[in-house]
């Protein structure tokens, strides 16, 4: 039988790994999304510079969908400063779901191993009312929870630097 401080520790070792996964993955999906919204206010910004593009295009563009986005890049496309704003607004606009969406599961696992966590170290202070198996079972199952949580989140995580580099 495991003792009660073996088992707080333990549980309590889990719960800050996860608090700190969550908060790195936070910052990491802040940091993210905040580029991809400074790309398209810098190229929001550098319109009214440059010739070629009208005040009603840019407000067009941003209305537009991925398609018709596209199309209307290619309308300027012998323009090469309005096509690259253009093309970079749109690419990063791209982007910001994609980078939610990876983010957004990373999270909610890490949450909910936060919460396993919690539950565990409750289950301690109470295991005198639970069978002398609970407290281990439910340390193997929070051990193989945290293991797939924290390759679920490098996963993400190589995904979104992978394919959410800065278009060049």
């Not at 990063?92 to 980078?99: D, L, Q, R």
């Not at 198996?133 to 439910?138: E, I, Q, R, V």
Request: glycine share 6%.
């Amino acid at each position: 039988m495991l003792s009660e401080q073996t088992s707080l520790y333990f549980f309590s070792a889990w719960l800050q790994a996860d608090a700190a996964l969550f908060a790195i993955v936070g910052i990491f999906g802040i940091y993210k999304l905040q580029s991809l919204e400074n790309t398209i206010n810098s190229a929001m910004a550098t319109f009214p510079f440059l010739s070629g593009i009208r005040e009603e295009e840019v407000t067009a563009f941003a209305g537009k969908d991925g398609d018709g986005k596209k199309e209307m890049i290619e309308h300027f496309k012998e323009i090469k400063p309005v096509y690259r704003n253009l093309y970079f607004w749109m690419k990063a606009t791209e982007k910001i779901p994609k980078v939610k969406n990876l983010i957004t599961p990373t999270m909610v696992l890490t949450g909910s191993g936060m919460i396993l966590c919690s539950v565990g170290i409750l289950g301690v202070y109470i295991s005198k009312m639970l069978p002398c198996w609970a407290t281990p079972s439910l340390m193997v199952s929070v051990f193989v929870y945290e293991v797939v949580t924290i390759i679920t989140i490098i996963d993400k995580i190589k995904i979104v630097i992978e394919e959410h580099k800065p278009a060049t």
